[in-house]
T-cell receptor
Framework: QQPVQSPQAVILREGEDAVINCSSSKALYSVHWYRQKHGEAPVFLMILLKGGEQKGHDKISASFNEKKQQSSLYLTASQLSYSGTYFCGTRNAGGTSYGKLTFGQGTILTVHP | DAGITQSPRHKVTETGTPVTLRCHQTENHRYMYWYRQDPGHGLRLIHY???????DKGEVSDGYSVSRSKTEDFLLTLESATSSQTSVYFC??????????????????FGDGTRLSIL
């Protein structure tokens, strides 16, 4: 079952902040975040491992609460280059995963000047 | 650059014909994946491979088969294409290196995609 992302879409002006959430019904080992520009391939942003880790990538950071099976992606002081569709990919806890991920349906982020 | 090449990049074909998409990687990664991407569904796993001749089904495998006879090549075949298989197909690799599947987490890197239209 796919993780659920919210919101489905968000529109910002440059400099504004946004939060994208990813929620799973299954126990998670890790959460990955990717960004995809229109007509391009998804690009890896960061991995959050269980342990409530918060990671940063420029002004983009994320947190992972494994007890709630949720992750959030924080975009601060947004730039035009942040526009795109953001996907979370989850890896379930337990068993042999072979690196498989289950992706959410995506959140479309649009940043205007 | 993860050295992933998908071919063809675009293809238009007719219902009922077989179609094969190729994914080629240059860095000897063990794990490879085929996804399809449709509006509102994100990326859905079709099949994956954890080694030469080792493959398994993903969540949307009906109507698709795969083969991996060499580490560098992972082929996706639509045995008899249907209009519902019109989609963008992405191949991905995982940097996971060592022997088991439950190891340190590594990113996936994607090819540029194949846009497939079935009329």
């Amino acid at each position: 079952q796919q993780p659920v992302q919210s919101p489905q879409a968000v529109i910002l002006r440059e400099g504004e902040d946004a939060v994208i959430n990813c929620s799973s019904s299954k126990a998670l080992y890790s959460v990955h975040w990717y960004r995809q520009k229109h007509g391009e391939a998804p690009v890896f942003l960061m991995i959050l491992l269980k342990g409530g880790e918060q990671k940063g990538h420029d002004k983009i950071s994320a947190s992972f609460n494994e007890k709630k099976q949720q992750s959030s992606l924080y975009l601060t002081a947004s730039q035009l280059s942040y526009s795109g569709t953001y996907f979370c990919g989850t890896r379930n806890a337990g068993g042999t995963s072979y690196g498989k991920l289950t992706f959410g349906q995506g959140t479309i982020l649009t940043v205007h000047p | 650059d993860a050295g992933i090449t998908q071919s063809p990049r675009h293809k238009v074909t007719e219902t009922g014909t077989p179609v094969t998409l190729r994914c080629h990687q240059t860095e000897n990664h063990r794990y490879m994946y085929w996804y399809r991407q449709d509006p509102g569904h994100g990326l859905r796993l079709i099949h994956y491979s954890y080694g030469v001749k080792d493959t398994d089904k993903g969540e949307v495998s009906d109507g698709y088969s795969v083969s991996r006879s060499k580490t560098e090549d992972f082929l996706l075949t639509l045995e008899s294409a249907t209009s519902s298989q019109t989609s963008v197909y992405f191949c991905a690799i995982s940097e996971s290196l060592s022997g088991t599947g439950y190891e340190s987490d590594q990113p996936q890197h994607f090819g540029d995609g194949t846009r497939l239209s079935i009329l």
